[in-house]
């Protein structure tokens, strides 16, 4: 399978504790992006990457929200202290910039749940 | 309020009807992107468009720049096209979503 790929699926944590997924996107894409869904709303953007550059970040990203792709291919995105405010989908999409249209390509999500 | 607009949030219908499901913006953009996901997470792109009238089969999307408008219309609906279908538009190069409208199509 050549998709977007995301792990893992489904992430339960206590409040409190730290959590890193991790999205790996179509190969030949070079942007990266992290949404975030909460249930009955549509995908809400975090940040997103072209090659390794950050080039923008959500207000929704708070401080306890990291996300880096240091060599320009898989991206992880880090939540540190976890709050019950967090439970929600994770999804990540990429795209290739040479799209004049930039379909996003998007993963199956991570489900995370914050007891 | 928010910058995409969805309408109806619910929507049942009988298999063979024609839907239609309603986008409302209040931004500018370059581009218009209809999408579909499924129970489980998994979101597919159906549509992007910036200007007319594009059509896929049993399905077709419009887009008015100068009303901010696109519909989606679904011709002889069948029970597998039960999804959430999202409206987002293009602004640089990230998304804005709507909150998607549910569809279910009853045999």
């Known amino acids: 399978d050549t998709g977007v790929s995301q792990d893992p699926r489904h992430k339960i944590t206590k409040r409190g504790q730290n959590v890193t997924f991790r999205c790996d996107p179509i190969?030949?894409?070079?942007?990266l992006y992290w949404y975030r869904q909460t249930l009955g709303q549509g995908p809400e953007f975090l940040t997103y990457?072209?090659?390794?550059?950050?080039?923008?970040k959500s207000r929704l990203l708070s401080d306890r929200f990291s996300a880096e792709r240091p060599k320009g291919s898989f991206s992880t995105l880090e939540i540190q202290r976890t709050e019950q405010g967090d439970s929600a989908m994770y999804l990540c999409?990429?795209?290739?910039?040479?799209?004049?249209?930039?379909?996003?390509?998007f993963g199956p999500g991570t489900r995370l749940t914050v007891l | 309020k928010n910058e995409v607009e969805q309408s109806p949030q619910n929507l049942t219908a009988q298999e063979g009807e024609f839907i239609t499901i309603n986008c409302s913006y209040s931004?500018?953009?370059?581009?218009l992107h209809w999408l579909q996901q499924h129970p489980g997470g998994g979101i597919v792109s159906l549509f992007m468009?910036?200007?007319g009238k594009k059509k896929h089969g049993r399905l077709i999307a419009t887009i008015n720049i100068q009303e901010k408008h696109s519909s989606l219309h679904i011709t002889a609906s069948h029970p597998r096209d039960s999804a959430v279908y999202i409206c987002?538009?293009?602004?640089?190069?990230?998304?804005?979503f709507g909150t998607g409208t549910r569809l279910q199509v009853f045999p």
């Open positions: 999409a990429s795209s290739f910039p040479g799209d004049p249209w930039n379909e996003q390509f």
């Open positions: 190969s030949e894409h070079n942007r």
């Open positions: 990457f072209q090659n390794e550059a950050q080039l923008e």
């Open positions: 931004v500018g953009i370059s581009a």
């Open positions: 468009l910036s200007s």
């Open positions: 987002a538009v293009r602004r640089t190069d990230k998304l804005i």
